[in-house]
């Protein structure tokens, strides 16, 4: 086993990785037999218990950016890498509080339909699907890249192949199995990926007579900085980008559109509710243990760690593993390195399934069945077309991954994928349940104006902007939800105040929202075998 | 009568409301007062108060205590005070129809 991260096939992780396909492949063998209508296509039967759905809506968190990104950052920067994840987690409890009832209750299969309830469908429809589209293609070109990095360096296998054969069977999940195979792989994934890292946890804490004063002590001392990496402002370095990076994700998560989906899943408001309990109960055990991760990489990994986990920081938990494991060419250290390389490999399959069905629902429940069909296709028509734009979608990701290449900043993407959602598509969806004056024209502006000023700034942000002057960007911070967030929801109210009010329908929607009377059923258990 | 117009839809409302708002305040003020500290106040950030846990990690760590308490105390509430007046006016509700 070579000892650096490039080249060279590595067939232990190889060998593990197959038997992940062999299972999740047959997952969706069995689901892709009770996926026979829309009801199980998008949202699984409405069969998925709290729990599991907790697990699901977990395993769509921890993605590869939240595992191996956040423990890397914490490697290489202390503190700063942390607030990502901390703020991801807190932005459950608007989740929670505003919305995961209320979509269940008054949605179908995406959260377009719960604007759709109230404003004018078709324009509606329109605009939200636009703000899912885009959220989900920032967010699945950066897996995609992170995909192909990271089995290219753990298992030796090209980049370009890397990703084409992540793209090949994320499709066969969705086209095949639907929501309820994506769900079940989502499952899966989440318990094999919080049981290796609370084992990588638990031996780091072992290491240092769980003491977590001493991992922070050794933690802080191999840094070379002191008590500075136990503190912020490594990485984030001006104050501004620290505040605008944390509301991205504290907010963002309110507009996640494969994250409001799973809401959908489950038979009722009540399971809806439990689930995001779950799902913040996992969640945070899961950041205690990246937590630990990182600092234990930097205490144990010692001089040679910043080589071997690249740039990024990226593949500092896996070599931590192989140091605790019995170091490189150890049968022990090449066991626990090929675990969790597995689990990440595991992890981007699972996520970016999740993601391109929230894009064909997009695609095909909310703009071909409601706005080009009008509601006139029948539920086979809508899932043939689903299938059509998951492959479009998919064929689409590969290859801007491929064009974009390894070198492609992913961190970047992740980002605006969440400033997005949190300026495009939380302010409707939180304006559509809490105020009565709201209307069509609100919506439709606040979606544009969120979509157009974050992207807008993130191009002009040290990040994106190229230019012979690299202190000179248009834009200085790195994250521009401070800016766009509120541009969004000023638009949303401008945008409704200026136009006429509409027809009154706000104490329809209120009372199925918050009663369920009227809310789409769960299929009984018995149809699902 | 419509729904919206009933008393126990009201009181739902109303309950929920009493939940909601302080739960979203505490939510606000922790975050915001993490956010603004590791923005603004990076040496107190560092400084470590219990052997060499730091404030940040510190304060880190209560914001997910803080996410499971919010978490919990709305399940229960939820389940206490809420769905008993759900279950009245879905009783109402399937009355009307028959």
Redesign the interface.
């Known amino acids: 086993v070579s000892a650096l991260p490039v080249a060279a096939v590595r067939t232990l992780p190889i060998v593990i990785f197959a038997g992940i396909l062999a299972i999740t492949l047959g997952i969706t063998y069995w689901a892709s037999r009770r996926t026979t209508n829309a009801t199980a296509f998008w949202s699984a039967g409405r069969s998925i218990t709290a729990p599991q759905n907790g697990l699901a809506i977990a395993g769509d968190y921890m993605s590869a950016a939240a595992f191996l990104g956040v423990s890397g950052l914490i490697f290489l920067y202390g ?1 700063d890498g ?2 990502t994840g ?2 991801a ?2 932005s ?3 989740v ?3 919305l995961a009832e209320r979509l269940r209750n008054a949605g179908k299969f995406t959260m377009a339909d719960m604007l759709a309830y109230r404003l004018n469908a078709r324009p509606a429809r329109t605009a939200a699907a636009l703000g899912t589209i885009c959220v989900v293609a920032f967010y699945l070109v950066a897996q995609m890249i992170a995909a192909g990095v990271l089995i290219e360096a753990l298992a030796g296998i090209s980049f370009p192949i890397a990703v084409i054969l992540t793209g090949a069977v994320m499709l066969i999940y969705v086209i095949f199995g639907g929501m309820l195979a994506t769900t079940w792989v989502q499952i899966v994934k989440a318990v094999f990926l919080l049981t290796s890292v609370a084992v990588l946890a638990v031996w780091v804490l072992g290491k240092v007579d769980f ?4 991992l ?2 050794r933690a ?1 001392a191999a840094s070379g900085e002191g ?2 990496y ?4 490594l990485f984030l370095t001006k ?2 980008d ?2 605008s990076t ?2 991205a994700f ?1 907010l963002g998560t309110a507009g996640l559109p494969h994250i409001l989906m799973r809401f959908f899943t489950v038979p009722d408001a ?1 399971a809806a ?2 689930s ?2 779950w799902a ?2 996992f969640i ?1 055990v899961f ?2 243990l990246v ?1 630990i991760v990182g600092l234990g990489s930097r205490a144990l990994l010692g001089a040679g760690g910043e080589k071997l986990a690249g740039e990024g920081g990226n593949l500092a938990a896996p070599y931590l593993a192989q140091s605790l494991g019995g170091g490189a060419g150890s049968a022990g250290g090449d066991i626990f390195f090929a675990v969790i390389s597995a689990a990440a490999f595991a992890t981007i399959l699972a996520v970016v399934a999740g993601l391109v069905i929230a894009a064909s629902g997009a695609v095909a429940h909310d703009f071909w069945t409601s706005v080009v069909r009008r509601g006139e296709g029948d539920e086979q028509e809508e899932i043939r077309v689903a299938r059509i734009a998951a492959v479009a979608i998919g064929v689409i990701a590969i290859g801007v991954a491929l064009l974009a290449g390894k070198d492609f900043n992913i961190q970047f993407l992740v980002g605006l994928a969440f400033s997005v959602a949190a300026s495009a598509n939380f302010p409707s969806l939180l304006l559509a349940v809490t105020w009565r004056r709201f209307n069509t024209t609100g919506a439709v502006v606040g979606v544009i104006v969120g979509l157009v000023t974050s992207i807008t700034l993130i191009i002009l942000s040290p990040a994106v902007w190229s230019g012979p002057d690299s202190q000179g960007s248009p834009f200085p911070l790195s994250n521009p939800a401070i800016v766009s967030i509120p541009a969004g929801f000023i638009a949303c109210i401008l945008g409704t105040l200026l136009s006429p009010a509409e027809e009154d329908v706000f ?1 329809e929607l ?2 199925r929202s ?4 009227g809310a789409e059923g769960g299929e009984p258990a018995a149809a699902l075998g | 009568m ?3 117009d009933t008393d126990d ?1 009201r009181q ?2 109303a309950e ?1 409301r009493r ?2 708002v302080p ?2 305040c505490v ?1 606000a003020v922790w ?1 915001g007062t ?3 500290l ?3 106040a ?2 107190f ?4 108060p ?8 510190l304060l ?2 209560s ?2 205590a ?3 308490a ?3 105390t ?2 229960r509430w ?2 206490r005070r809420l ?1 008993p007046l ?1 279950e009245r ?2 009783a109402r ?1 399937s009355g009307d129809r028959q």
């Open positions: 503190f942390y607030i901390v703020a987690l807190v459950f409890v608007p929670l509080l505003l003491n977590p004063s001493q922070m002590h802080a008590n500075d136990l503190g912020p402002g104050p501004l620290v505040v944390g509301l504290a009540r509710r439990r995001a309990g913040v109960l945070g950041y205690v937590m104490d209120k009372v918050e009663t369920g009377i | 419509a729904i919206e839809f739902l409302v929920r939940f909601v739960a979203l939510f975050f993490f956010l603004g590791a923005a603004y990076r040496d950030m560092r400084k470590t219990i052997g060499d846990i730091s404030w940040a990690y880190a760590l914001l997910i803080m996410t499971w919010i978490a919990w709305y399940l939820s389940d769905a759900i006016l879905e509700q």
